[in-house]
């Protein structure tokens, strides 16, 4: 531990840990208050339930066992800020008020979302209980990591593991608390990639992890060679990341799915898959009389032998397509043969078929093994690739930069605008504070009428758009223009669009808007693999061609609304990451300060209240703290809580009674509460220890006894059973003598009576005159 030495008393304040506590709310005091704690190693700093992280792009020393016991059960205010901190927040608000939880986690590319979500993870399973079932779950949600980084993550030029997909990871809880069970739900994946990558970059892992770490065997099966064999690895001319062991990671990635239960013939045919996707990339074409030819036909055989197809009608379907053609009202089919640039196409439209549809296949066994049949409680983890500025930005760029469009709007609805109208609504005493909401962009990415918003405009081009495609970019860029080339957060130019993101401006290449959005996997290739000798391949495409019914495709863009609508169902804290500007060398802290919201957050956190909860919630869990209150409160539920409130002397400013909830101010106010109540649960833990531990005292004396008289008994001389006797304790018939009785009314019970002789110092016996010799 080198900074991070909580216990002592003497530890460095590097700024402060709540930012709600700075002595100026400005982008300077926010950027100077994080820069001197990210030099000090203090990564993550607190606005009230937010966690800000800045990536340090190095490991840090305080992930260890030692931490995740440090902040089990403990109050935010007692250790520094720390991702276990909001998570084991998430944990006992999910035990506590039987309510699921769901944390955000966004920011730019690079910010180390997907790692602040493996510890989550990894937290949540160190701190829950349970027994072999309980830690199979557990192993397995722990190795979908591995798995789903080999197959969704690759290198960018901003970071070495950048998820290319989003994931919305739910951690099902039983109602003792123990994980047993779980689900992913992924989006947005970007299968360009598999295809094509910009200098510097990479494809996805799994292919890098197949050719540095398959044995022989394996190598030779599915005819490995090197990275710059390979047409679909060799564009960006980037092979190795550092600090990344990609024959290593592939063995992790073996096991991974053998926890997961994939049999292992399904895991060789998923390793076919990975190779025939490389070995179909380096089929290329020419254009031979205005048509498309293959130019090698010797490399058709390779990639059918693998996905288990006839090398024949490999070729003939990636250059010719079935088309349906009306004519004099008849409909027929007919062959079309493709040029160079089609057949490319539809080459790589296959790959990248392939890949999805595998990628959906890892995602579904991981929730075959771990998705309950029902849902208790649960935790739900959101994390997608971040904000991306490029050079060139294209379809992806616009998707992905939608999605955090989209996420920065549910960030602010939960701690600006929401909380705000919460304090009127309850007629709290407030200022409303001004803050830049960024509905006006989503809406014009997403409205569907007066006007339509860009996605509308899409997908009607796309619906009406000629089968090849050609001059539909254009016809999208002069719709755009007409339907919101007024708007204020968007401007046109001769290739393409501007958009006002929340982050800032991006320009986008018009160029394969179209083709990308309408992401049609031709009928001739759906037949095509359906053909394979292989049972798990044909599976990957279950369409039924002759009974679907024909209609407006679903569009990507129509996918993601989608997803958007129905992903996130309860929002309790949100985990902001901010990546190292020093890193990316495009934008300052500043700029992201600016753009993320961190000074009007803090100022409605500093003016706000920490806590709120519904009158009766609040008296169930306090009630307690006073014999009026417990075990149940008669009268009005806003006058039980203001007992409880003056019970425990808060002052009159640390609170206010809205209309149906009581607001607290302070966070301390609240652990006044909270430890007070511990107190009381503590004292009735000790009366109930110290009355089982007398219980156990009384049972282990009367067992000795008992032995002690079994192993006495017929061993005495005089009184051999003496020991088993009775104790009768009266040997003057208390109740026969009145005159005794009498004496002793305002006496204590008798536990002894008996006659005694009195002796002289003679040793004589002598009766004293008008006194018994009577001994009580």
């Not at 401007?491 to 179209?514: E, L, Q």
Request: charged share 25%.
């Amino acid at each position: 531990m080198a900074k991070y030495h909580w216990q002592s008393q003497n530890v460095k304040q590097s700024g402060v840990d709540d930012m709600v506590l700075l002595s100026k709310i400005t982008e300077d005091a926010i950027v100077e208050n994080l820069k001197k704690r990210y030099m000090d190693d203090y990564i993550f700093t607190y606005i009230g339930p937010v966690l800000i992280s800045v990536n340090p792009f190095k490991q840090m020393p305080y992930f260890t066992d030692r931490e995740i016991e440090l902040y089990q059960g403990a109050a935010q205010y007692e250790n520094p800020p720390h991702i276990y901190a909001l998570t084991d927040n998430m944990y006992r608000n999910m035990m506590i008020d039987g309510e699921n939880q769901c944390v955000i986690i966004s920011g730019e590319s690079g910010a180390g979302k997907t790692v602040a979500a493996k510890y989550i993870m990894g937290y949540i399973s160190k701190v829950s209980g349970g027994g072999s079932k309980v830690q199979h779950v557990k192993d397995i949600i722990l190795q979908s990591n591995p798995l789903l980084e080999a197959f969704g993550n690759a290198k960018t030029v901003r970071n070495n593991n950048s998820s290319r997909f989003g994931k919305y990871f739910e951690i099902q809880f039983s109602r003792g608390g123990e994980p047993d069970g779980g689900k992913i739900s992924n989006f947005l994946l970007e299968k360009s990639r598999v295809v094509s990558q910009n200098e510097s970059e990479r494809n996805f892992h799994i292919y890098y992890q197949l050719i540095e770490g398959a044995n022989t065997q394996q190598k030779e099966g599915l005819g490995i060679m090197t990275p710059d064999y390979y047409y679909y690895l060799n564009q960006s001319g980037t092979y190795k990341v550092d600090g990344t062991n990609d024959s290593k990671d592939f063995q992790e990635t073996m096991e991974a799915m053998q926890v997961i239960g994939i049999p292992g013939d399904i895991q060789t045919q998923v390793l076919q898959i990975i190779a025939g996707i490389l070995h179909l990339g380096n089929i290329s074409f020419i254009e031979a009389g205005n048509y498309g030819q293959v130019e090698s036909t010797d490399l058709l055989a390779f990639p059918a032998y693998l996905l288990g197809i006839d090398p024949n009608r490999l070729q003939d379907k990636l250059t010719s397509r079935k088309m349906d053609s009306k004519w004099g009202g008849k409909s027929e089919s007919i062959n079309v043969t493709l040029n160079q640039e089609q057949a490319t196409y539809t080459r790589d439209a296959l790959a990248k078929a392939l890949y999805a549809r595998l990628f959906d296949y890892l995602v579904e066994a991981i929730n075959k093994a771990i998705q309950k049949p029902y849902e208790e409680f649960s935790i739900g983890v959101l994390d997608i690739y971040g904000f991306e500025i490029f050079q060139k930005n294209g379809f992806e760029q616009f998707c992905i930069n939608f999605v955090n469009e989209k996420l920065q709007q549910i960030f602010i609805e939960l701690t600006l605008k929401a909380e705000q109208e919460e304090y009127v609504q309850e007629g709290i005493k407030w200022t409303p504070i001004e803050y830049f909401n960024n509905k006006i962009v989503c809406d014009l990415i997403e409205n569907k009428l007066n006007p339509p918003g860009i996605m509308s405009v899409l997908d009607d081009v796309c619906a009406t758009m000629h089968a090849k495609g050609e001059g539909a970019d254009g016809t999208l860029l002069q719709k755009l223009q007409a339907a919101v080339g007024t708007h204020e957060h968007f401007n046109s130019w001769n290739s393409g669009f501007v958009i006002h993101h929340y982050a800032g401006k991006v320009s986008y290449d018009i160029n394969g808007f179209c083709e990308r959005n309408r992401d049609v996997l031709f009928p001739d290739l759906i037949e095509l693999m359906q053909s394979s000798e292989f049972d798990f391949i044909r599976s990957l495409f279950p369409e039924n061609l002759n009974t679907e019914k024909k209609g407006r495709p679903t569009t990507a863009s129509s996918k993601i609304k989608v997803r958007d609508a129905t992903a996130h169902y309860s929002h309790r804290c949100s985990n902001r990451d901010k990546p190292n500007g020093q890193r990316t060398g495009r934008r300052a802290g500043q700029h992201q300060v600016e753009y993320l919201g961190l000074r009007e957050n803090i100022r409605v956190r500093r003016a706000g209240f920490a806590y709120r909860r519904l009158f009766n919630k609040f008296l169930m869990r306090y009630a307690i703290l006073t014999a009026e209150t417990w075990p149940s409160w008669r009268g009005p539920e806003q006058q039980g809580v203001l007992h409880l409130l003056r019970s425990v002397n808060m002052d009159n400013d640390q609170y206010q009674m809205g209309r149906t909830k009581v607001f607290v101010k302070n966070p301390e106010s609240l652990f006044l509460l909270e430890e007070m109540r511990e107190r009381k649960f503590d004292t009735f833990a000790r009366i109930i220890q110290k009355s089982w531990r007398r219980y156990i005292a009384r049972k282990k004396y009367e067992q000795m006894r008992e032995e002690a008289s079994d192993i006495l008994y017929n061993s005495k001389e005089r009184r051999k059973n003496s020991i088993n006797r009775n104790f009768v304790g009266d040997y003057l018939g208390l109740e026969q003598r009145p005159e005794l009785r009498q004496f002793l009314a305002k006496r204590e019970r008798v536990d002894f009576a008996d006659s005694v002789n009195k002796f002289d110092r003679r040793f004589k016996v002598r009766r004293l005159k008008n006194e018994g010799n009577d001994f009580v």
